[in-house]
């Protein structure tokens, strides 16, 4: 697709007009529009067709709700394509802050993401055409503003592939290609360790979660070191491709358990994101990418398994696995990077979606000027958060008689609590560590598709923290 700027108001075949709620009535060009019939209410639409034109009024509402904008202007394009051809235009008024009109350029590109990957006869979408042009209206310079919009959009697309793609195709090798080839693309190195030189390394927990695979695990490391960086960010993403449960094998639900890796792909698409922004941050990624399978070399029930961070760990159930590779990639970070700031984003308990359900992720840390930040920058996009306590009460969960620390607490209560504890315990007392556990938000059902599908939360949530440092 291309995109024109124009002051122009001959009108095209399709007009996209995104409005905000006023109690007068609306004059455009020659059409007046009566309040009683359209005064621009969010999710309100209006469509008139005069002169072999099509106009479409859309309502963003009074407030400025950054999330509420995109999912608008993402429903206009993923339900109203039809009425797309070769060409449209879309009318920003003066009235649209920067990040709304962010908001509705990057909803625009998001409505061309389709499910059906697989489909003989899946249809392409006026956008992706290559001759298909948008023209666009504004009086001021809407330039940058438009710029990111698709670049936000760009990333969390390449995130809906990773995570909504079958795990015979999205392996732990092909997360590291993908990176590889970012990292060729948007200037990051990449590093790759397999199966044989994580276990030289020391990353024992790692390495025993995905030994039961015949998919090779595969440990990512991505360095993004523009010239004189501010300060040094560190990201960990839980990327369990598909995840059985182990011996403890799952008893349902494990058909969405491709979705295991949506938190690496988060940072995978912030990564992307960051560097195509060209934020002046230091920022390193680990991504420990492997399967959680069953086979006569899973790891067991009672294991006692090493850790990079030299500390020992028994093994309560192989279902709890996630925390096992962040552990190593917190510690392996901590150890050779040593950032100001680490963050970690995993799927990784039910108890997050059983206390928070499906509107936030569940947000862990004893710093508390890095919660707010988090925080507001997820408030600011609508990808929110919400804070739970890491007291020490909950520290005996975590506890074992033979070795250093046991994986899962074996208690049906304060799960996401628990997990968090024992990522805590491989941070060395890191004073600016935060996890944050997205179970609930990452794969989801809303009305973009019939079946659950990702929703690329924390790829937006992690570079507007990171950008507003």
Known sequence: MKIHYTNNLIFKKVNLIPLLETEEDIIF???HLSKSIFSGKKDSLYTLEKDENIFLF???GKDQDYKAIKTALRRISAKQFSHFKNEAKLFLSSELSNDMIEAIISGLWLGTYQLGHYKKDKKQHPFEAEEFVLEINSYLDNTQAIERGIKIANAQLETFHLVDLPPNKITPKH??????EAGKKYGFSVEVFGNKRSKELGLEAFYSVGKGSANESQ???????????????GLVGKGITFDTGGLNIKTAGMVHMKCDMAGAAAVLGAMQLIADLKLPYHVTAIVPACENSVDANSFLPSD???SYSGHSIEIIDTDAEGRLILAD???YLIKNYNPETVIDIATLTGSSVATLGNECGALFTNNESLSKQLQQSGDEIGERLWQLPLW????SDIESDIADVKNYSGKPVAGAISAAKFLEFFTNNHTSWAHIDVAGVTFIDDEFAKTK?????GVHLLTNFIENL
């Open 304 to 306: 006692v398994i090493g």
């Open 175 to 180: 997360l590291a290609d993908w990176a590889v």
């Open 219 to 233: 440990f990512i490391i991505i360095d993004y070191k523009p010239e004189n960086s501010k300060k040094h960010i």
């Open 453 to 457: 599908h990702a929703s690329a939360f």
């Open 329 to 331: 990639g917190l510690s």
């Open 58 to 60: 859309i309502g963003l």
């Open 29 to 31: 060009d020659t059409i």
């Open 392 to 395: 020490d009460a909950y520290k």
